[in-house]
């Protein structure tokens, strides 16, 4: 049989209670006193609050003949507390006195006092006189900063109070005192885990105004997993809770689920009498809101029964009338009623007036803007979004205010400069006049420097996020503006400008990756580096800010301050980039130019940087002196595309290999006349940048010519013109450690099964059921006897385990590993590589572990399936496995896009590593070991299936010094030569 907790706690209050009548008044047994204030905590809790303040008066009848001690106080102060919350403010006000008259300066009740004075900044502002209140906040900190470093549940309970009066007045502050809360509240148990859950809710709350957006939902995920562990739950904890939830799934637009989310708050509170009732008009307001958001007709009678509502009540709430009438004005312009919408707008306009509210302002002059937009009146909608960049000081003039940019939502310069770039192009589009393309370039350059400065300075792993987040959209804005300049006046500057923005966007993308994996992560890169980066560039700052106001002798000192702390900066940064060089490169490096890398690139090769947009690819190419920018209707690929990538990853399946050759080359070679032919340049080797989708696509099987007698074994492959070879990002290949020739490799090589046996050639892909591989034992074999002059450990079946491979790797110089291998395309991070005792989470190696490593590396194969599957990000690429291993640091890497075919796999490794022997590049090895296979194997194997999936990523320069049998030769003559010449000299 179980109980509520609430039964629980009643029936545990009654055998107290029981218990204590039966005890003298107080005879030192604190024993039933402490139990006693247990009950009355969770009715406190619980919001009893007439019965906590009546057991809260049994406990000090029955400690009263010492009143000055801790406890005492303690209960004092919790009497006052319940008089508060019952609303009765003079019984409240007589307790908090009495505690003035206990406290008597005596340093053992410090912590009591400290709570004393928290109440009465409570008691204060629920009288309004939110000054009073605050000085009293104010000594009760300033008191626990002296006396009380030690922490503790009460202190918990103070820093949670102040904080949550602080909320929405200073967020910063406020959010400082929840973590503090937080803190001082972990070790909390029982019911006093729902305090716990507060201080959690309370953080969710605080960091979202700094546009915190995963932290946000990390700590409302706390809040609420908290809250689930009890049947029954405070009616204004829950409240609050799933206030933040629905608001969190508004923000992330999530309408059904908020919409779902304050139904159920307005369920809760209409069980409830009394003044919990006369809240109901803000969570329908929001009801509405979320029914607006998706166009359900609805929202407007809801929005329209709350402003009658409101407008009733003797004392009108502006922020939330204007709140009802914005959400009207969304309702009437996404019905493309434009007048009513302005009307409403405009009553919404009126009331955020009242209260001065510049940044709910500023988002109705967008809204404002939105539907100007979407009714064509571009001239209106540039107005309004003018003003709304004016409400946040933001002239055009000058970048902006980088002070101001670190206090204020990253949301609240992001949204209104995107829009207003989106404006002026749709000006060109309908006037031809070319000053608005420069003028929404111009936009999107200062985005992109906010996006820069961002990531490079003071900021949090939250902005950095959200950043990323927000520079997609930007990036694809500023990629059509910079198409539409160059197509009428072709210009380097455009090309070199559309390049950064699609670098800068991978880079954004990188940054969230990472801040990701690091969640994940328990050792190594610790959070220590970014403390340190943030205390190294916002000290920078705040010297440069007082630089500029400084006299002149102040100058000098501050000028000094600035050179040491800039010199200590550069040893931190210089100390990084050595000890975690893709650490470095992601979250501090400077981006290059497309000028220095054109001048670094190889003579014979040209560059592919795809940006996967909305409606447009974009294309950046270039060789060493020249360059082209274009834009390709997604249209004319995507279903090629997609039907391509099932078919060849479809091949497992038997019945799928009845498709025909002339469907496969109808598909790859419209590809190839989209992406590829209109911008070939006359070189040899191909860089391929992929994005979204395309991340997932093999180039090699490109058909540059529809043949009609020809079929899969001597198809016009690009395979057959072009040595083709990848990356994440041109910055990340061109910065990141550079190859160098090995002429003795250290070899680890790891096999998921001990033997080989023979199959059928269909079987065994590396990923299904975690079943033997037959060819992976006799693909190690290969490596062995291919590589005669290298060092090879050889680690196989039960040997090949997860633990041996982090014990050896950073010690080799080529790894291959022949295991299972799951891309995960919807949690990047759980893409994995499965090593012996598959059973065993122990055996699974996952993305975000490899985050953590600094391998030394030179090439790694991973002969798995799917190790360059994963989350497709738009603009960026794709996470998996293969970017983890580049993550590390090996800046050579194999990967596979799909589930790879054992038996096929082992000849093309077989290939790959005879020609990687003789000394040729990555890139050449995998062409030639292709190429061959094609040649050899029988035609049921060479479908793109078996032998397109692996592909070479990064630096592909020659890993094996080449064997120069010329100079052998001339080694050889010069000896003989010399042994002649001695013959002859001693016949002489």
């Not at 072709?490 to 880079?507: D, G, V």
């Amino acid at each position: 049989m179980t109980f509520s907790l609430r039964t629980c706690i009643v029936l545990n209050l009654l055998s107290i209670l029981l218990c204590v009548s039966a005890t003298p008044v107080f005879q030192g047994n604190f024993r039933n006193v402490d139990a006693l204030i247990e009950v009355a905590d969770s009715l406190f809790i619980f919001e009893d609050y007439t019965r906590a303040e009546n057991v809260y008066k049994q406990v000090l009848t029955m400690i009263g003949q010492t009143p000055n001690t801790p406890e005492y106080l303690h209960t004092l102060n919790r009497v006052a507390r319940s008089a508060i919350e019952g609303n009765n403010l003079s019984t409240a006000r007589n307790n908090l006195e009495s505690a003035d008259q206990f406290w008597q300066n005596q340093e053992e009740l410090n912590l009591q006092r400290a709570e004393t004075l928290k109440e009465w900044g409570i008691y204060y502002s629920r009288l309004k006189d939110y000054g009073l209140a605050q000085d009293y906040f104010n000594k009760c900190l300033e008191l626990i900063d002296n006396c009380c470093p030690g922490g503790g549940e009460i202190i918990g309970n103070i820093y949670l109070d102040i904080g949550d009066f602080l909320l929405y007045q200073d967020d910063t502050q406020s959010e400082k005192l929840a973590n503090q809360a937080v803190k001082n509240l972990l070790n909390s148990s029982g019911i006093k885990r729902l305090q716990l859950a507060a201080g959690y809710n309370l953080l969710g709350a605080a960091v979202r105004a700094r546009g915190e957006t995963e932290l946000r939902n990390n700590y409302i995920s706390a809040a609420l997993a908290i809250l689930n562990q009890f049947s029954t739950r405070p009616f204004s904890l829950s409240r609050d809770i799933f206030y933040n939830l629905g608001v969190q799934y508004i923000d992330g637009n999530e309408f059904a689920k908020a919409e779902k989310t304050f139904s159920s708050i307005i369920n809760l509170i209409e069980s409830k009498n009394g003044s919990a009732r006369s809240q109901l008009p803000v969570y329908y307001a929001l009801k509405g809101i979320s029914l607006e958001a998706m166009h359900d007709p609805q929202a407007s009678i809801i929005l329209l029964q709350v402003e009658k509502h409101l407008l009733e009540q003797p004392q009108i709430n502006h922020g939330h009338l204007g709140y009802v009438y914005q959400g009207l004005g969304r309702h009437y312009g996404h019905n493309r009623q434009s007048d009513s919408a302005r009307f409403y707008f405009n009553r919404a306009i009126e009331q955020y007036l009242v209260d001065s509210n510049t940044h709910q302002l500023s988002e109705l002059y967008q809204d404002q803007s939105r539907m100007e937009l979407a009714s064509n009146n571009l001239e209106n909608a540039l107005e309004k979004i003018d003003t709304a960049l004016l409400l946040i000081d933001y002239n055009g003039e000058e970048l902006f205010d980088q002070s101001k940019l670190i206090d204020i939502n990253i949301d609240d310069f992001f949204n209104p400069l995107e829009l207003k770039g989106r404006i002026l192009r749709q000006l060109f589009e309908m006037t031809e006049n070319e000053k608005y393309l420069f003028e929404s370039l111009a936009i999107y350059q200062h985005i992109e420097q906010i996006a820069e400065f961002t990531r490079n300075g003071p900021y949090s792993e939250g902005t950095k996020i959200l950043v990323s987040e927000h520079f997609y959209r930007s990036a694809e804005g500023a990629l059509q503006t910079l198409t539409n300049l160059n197509n009428r006046s072709p210009l380097p500057e455009y090309i070199s400008t559309a390049f950064s923005f699609m670098e800068h966007n991978r880079y954004a993308e990188l940054v969230h990756d990472l801040s990701q994996a690091r969640s994940f992560v328990t050792k190594g890169l610790k959070d220590s580096i970014s403390d340190q980066n943030l205390y190294f560039t916002s000290t920078i700052q705040k010297l440069q800010m007082q630089l500029d106001n400084a006299s002149a002798n102040e100058s000098i000192l501050i000028t000094d301050s600035l050179f040491k702390i800039r010199n200590d900066y550069n040893v931190f940064r210089n100390q990084l980039a050595s000890d975690f060089p893709g650490e470095f490169l992601v979250r501090y490096d400077s981006m290059i130019s497309l000028a220095q890398i054109q001048s670094r690139l190889e003579p014979d090769l040209q560059l592919f940087e795809y940006f996967w947009g909305d409606s447009d690819l974009f294309l950046v190419t270039f060789t060493r002196d020249s360059a082209i920018l274009a834009s390709i209707p997604i249209a004319s690929v995507e279903l090629s595309l997609s039907r391509l990538l099932s078919w060849m990853d479809d091949y497992l399946v038997p019945d799928s290999l009845l498709l025909s050759y002339s469907d496969f080359a109808q598909l790859a070679n419209s590809m190839y006349n989209s992406l590829v032919a209109p911008y070939l340049l006359d070189k040899n080797q191909l860089l391929i940048l992929a994005d979204g989708p395309l991340a997932f696509f093999p180039f090699e099987v490109m058909i540059t010519d529809t043949v009609p007698d020809s079929h899969f074994k001597n198809a016009p492959y690009l395979l057959k013109q072009h040595e083709i070879r990848y990356s994440y990002s041109a910055n990340w290949l061109y910065k990141m450690r550079q190859g160098y020739a090995l002429k003795r490799p250290h070899i680890l090589a790891m096999s998921y099964t001990a033997t080989h046996e023979e199959n059928k050639f269909i079987s065994s892909a590396r990923q299904q059921d975690y079943k033997d591989l037959p060819f992976s034992a006799q693909e190690v074999e290969a490596i062995a006897n291919r590589m005669k002059d290298a060092d090879v450990t050889k680690l196989t079946g039960t040997q090949a385990t997860k633990k041996r491979f982090l014990e050896l790797a950073p010690n080799y110089d080529l790894i291959h590993l022949a295991v299972h291998g799951i891309g995960d395309t919807a949690n990047a991070l759980n893409s994995h590589l499965i090593f012996k005792n598959a059973d065993s989470l122990e055996s699974r190696l996952f993305a975000y572990e490899l985050y953590d490593l600094d391998l030394k590396a030179r090439l790694a194969i991973l002969s798995a399936c799917e190790t360059g599957v994963g989350k497709a990000y738009k603009g960026e690429g794709v996470f998996s496995i293969a970017r983890g291993f580049a993550y590390a640091n090996i800046p050579s890497i194999v990967m596979s896009l799909w589930k790879a075919n054992d038996q096929a796999t082992f000849q093309i490794m077989d290939y790959f590593y005879e020609y990687l022997n003789q000394g040729v590049s990555v890139s050449k090895a995998i062409q030639m070991a292709k190429l061959e296979y094609l040649e050899v194997t029988d035609p049921h194997g060479t479908k793109p299936f078996f032998w397109a999936g692996f592909v070479p990523m990064g630096d592909i320069s020659p890993v094996i010094e080449p064997k120069n049998k010329v100079f052998s030769v001339i080694l050889l003559i010069s000896a003989l030569i010399i042994m002649i010449t001695l013959i002859r000299y001693r016949l002489s």
